[in-house]
C-alpha cells in the first residue's frame, strides 16, 4: 500500500479523459495537418498525453514507487530527443526538397 | 592327319587366297598370282593324295571316306555338314583338280604378267597394248598387262574354292552352296571387264538364266527334304528302301513319282548351270570374259557341276525304273541332252567367232552327256564327263592362246580387226606351232577321232550304249549331232591354223610364252592318253590289254552292278565313219578360203544358214517373252505406279496431312487457347498490381490513417472475440 489517498481527490477518470481527448486532439493534428513542424506538434500533444496517463495511475494507485515518476521522466526525456531528431530531419528535407509539406514528401509513391 | 581331314582341306587354299589377294596383296601383282597358284597346287596335291588313296580302296561305293561335323542346331538334334569321297567324287576331283591348276598357270601368261602397263588402261576395259621404244628409238605397240590382274586370281581363287567344296560335299545344301558361289564367280567373271557394255550385259543375262533353274533346284531340293527329312547322299541315294518309297509314290504331278519329280526339278537346276535348251542361251554370251574363264567355268568345272548333280541324283532319277525302261524323268533328261546336242551342234556350224564355236560345242558335248544320262549310260556319261573336261579345257585355252597370237599381229601391224573371228585368221600353224599341235589334239579328240583321242573312247561308249539298248532315236540322233562336231570342229582348225593366212595380223600371229603353252601341252597328254582308262573288255584288238578302269571304278558308285553293253560293230563303225566323215568334209569345205571370202555354207544353206547364225532367234525370243516384259513391269509397274503413285503418295499425304492438323492445333488451340493463358496471366497480374499500387501514395498521413484504422479493427476484433464473446 502507497501513500493514503485522500478521499477529496477527484476520481481517476476526470484524468483518463482528458488525456483520451488531449491524444485525440493529438492524433487528429498528426493526420490532418499539413506542415511537418505541426505534425511534430500533434505528436508532443500525443506524448504529453501519455504522460498525464502515466502519472495520473502513478498517483492514485502507488505514490511511493518511484518507478512511475521515473517512467514519466523517460518518456519526457524521448520526446524531446526525437523532436531534435526530428527537426534535424525536416531540416534535411527542406535543403533537399524545398519543401516540408507533408502531401509533397511522397517519394515512397509508386 | 587322317584322309578325311585331308578332304575337308582341300577346298580350304583356294579360299584363304582369295581372302588375302583381296586383302592384302590386290596391288602386288607378282605376289597375287604366286599365292593363287600355290593355292592351286596345294588343292592340286591333296586332291591327288585322295584320289590315288580313293582308288586303292575295295569297294569305295560301299563305304566312302565319309566325315561330318555338327554345324546348325536344329529343334532336338543338329544339322550335319560333311565330305564324302566316293568314286564319283575321287573322278571330278581328279579332273577338277588338273583343269583348274593348269588354267591358274595359263592365267598368268594370258593377262600378260611381266608386260608394260598399256596406254590407255583402265580398271574394266581389257589392255590395249603399251607403247615402247627399242634402242633405235622406234616405237612399237606390245601386249600390256592387265590392270585388274590381281582381282582376277582373286575370284578364281573362290571359284575354285566353290568347285572343290560343291564335289567334296556329302549332302545337298553345301552341294547347293559351292553351286552358288560358282554362280557369283561365274557372274563376276564374266563381267571381268565390266567397263564394257556388252559384258555387264552377258554377266547378268548368265546369272538370272541360271536363277531360273536355280530356283527349280532348291524347289527339288525342299521337297526332297521334306519328303525324307534328310539331304545326305548316304541317306537317300544309297538307301534302296528309301529310293524305293520314293520312285513308286506318285506325286499327283503328271503322274511323275516322288522321286521322279523331285530329279526333274533338281534336273532343272542342271539345266540352266550346264546350259542346256531351253536355258541355253547365257553360255555363248558368257564368251565375253576372259579366255581363262571360259576354259575353267564354261568348259570344265561349273558347267560340268550340272552334268556332276545329275549323276550324283541318279539313283533319285532312276528309282522305280522296271525292267530296265528309263523313267518318265530319265525319258525328258535324255530328250533334253539329245536334242540339245544336235541343237548346238547345228548352231556352231554358222558361227564366225572362235570361242563362240567352242561355247555351242560345250553345249552340245554336255547335251551328249545327259543323254547318255537319260537312256541310264551313267559311266559312259561320267567317262564323257571327264574328258571333255580335259580336251574342252585344252581348245578353250588353245583358243585363248591364239588370239593372243593374232592380238599380237594386230598390234604389229596396226590392222584394225576382230583378233577372234576365224575368217580373219589362216595359216597360224606355222607361226604358232605349239598352239596348232595341242589344238589339233584337243579338236580330234572332240570330234573323236578313233583310237587315240579320248573322245572317241567316250563317245563310243554312249554310242554303244544307246545303240546296245535299243535306243534308235538317241542313238540316229547323237550320231548325227557327233558329225556335226566333227564337222565344225575341223571347220575351226582349218580356218584357223590350215591354209594361208587370210589378213596381215595373221601373218604376224606369234607363239604363247610359256606359261600359256605349257598347260596346253599338259592337257593334250591328258586329251590323248586318258581315253585309254576306259577301254571296253570286248573291244577287238585292244580290248583286254588295259582293264576297264572307268567301268569298274566309276561303276562302284551305283548301288547295282551294271554290266557293261557287249560289243557290236554297229556303234563302233557309226562311231568312226560320222568323226572321219565329219572332219573330212569340214576339211573340204574350208581348205581353200580366201581373205574376204563369204562362208561357203552361207551359199548352200542359204536361209537356213542365217537363221544358225543368229542362233535360231532364241535371244530375241527371249527378250521378247521375258526381258522386255519384265523391263516393262519394273518401268511402269513397279517404279511409276508403285513406287511414286502408292508409296511416295502415301508419305506424301502423310506429310500433308499432318500439316493440316498441325496447322489447325497451332490456330484453334495453340495461340489462342495456350498463349492466351499465358497473357492472360500476365496482364492480370499487371491490373492487380495497377490496383493495388494507388495505396502506395507516399503520403505518410495516409500511411498513419491506414495503421490507425487497422488498430481500430483489430481492437474491436479481439474486445469481440476475448470478451463479448466469451
Redesign the interface.
Known sequence: MGAEVRKTMIPISWFLIFAAALFSIG?FG???RKNAIL?LMGIELMLNAVNINLIAFWRYRDSLDISGQAFAVMVFAVAAAEVAVGLAIFISVYRRRGTIS??E?????? | MNIETIVWLIPLPPLIAFFLIILITNRRKRASHIIAISAAVISWFLSMLVYWFASRVDHLGEHPIVSSIPWIPTGDGWLFIGVQIDPLSAVTLFFVAWTVLMIFIYSVGYHNFGQPKGDQDRPGLPPHGATVSDVQGHKHLVPSIEPLYSRFFAFIGLFAFGMYFLVVSNNLLTLFIGWEIMGFCSYILIGFWYAKLTARAAMIKAFLTTRVGDVFMLLGIAYLYSETGTLYYRDILYNPEVLQELGTTPSGFLGFSVAGLIGLLIFIGAVGKSAQWPLHVWLPDAMEGPTPVSAMIHAATMVSAGVYLTLRIFPLLAAGMEHGHPTQTMNIIAFIGTFTAIFAATIAIAQKDIKRVLAYSTISQLGFMFAAIGIGAYIAAVFHLVMHAFFKALLFLGSGSVIHGMEHGVYHTGDHIDPQDMFNMGGLRKRMPVTFITFLIGGLALAGFPLVTAGFWSKDEIFADAFGHNHWLVFITLALAALLTAYYTMRQITLTFLGESRTDAAKHASESIWTMTLPLIMLAVFAVALGWAGIPEDFPLFGNIIPNYVHEFAGETLLEESKPVNFNFIPLVTSIFVSLGGLGIGWLVYRSIKSGAVDPAKKALGTIFVVLENKYYFDELYDFLFVKPAYWVAENFSYKWMDRKVIDGAIHWVASTSLVIGTFLRNFFDVPVVNGFGDWVGESTKKLGTVF??I??????QY??LA?VTVAVFTALLYYLLIIGR
Open positions: 492524433l498528426v493526420l490532418s505534425i507533408a502531401d514528401i511522397d517519394l515512397l509513391k509508386w | 499500387r494507388s502506395q501514395t507516399g503520403r505518410i498521413q498513419m490513417i490507425l
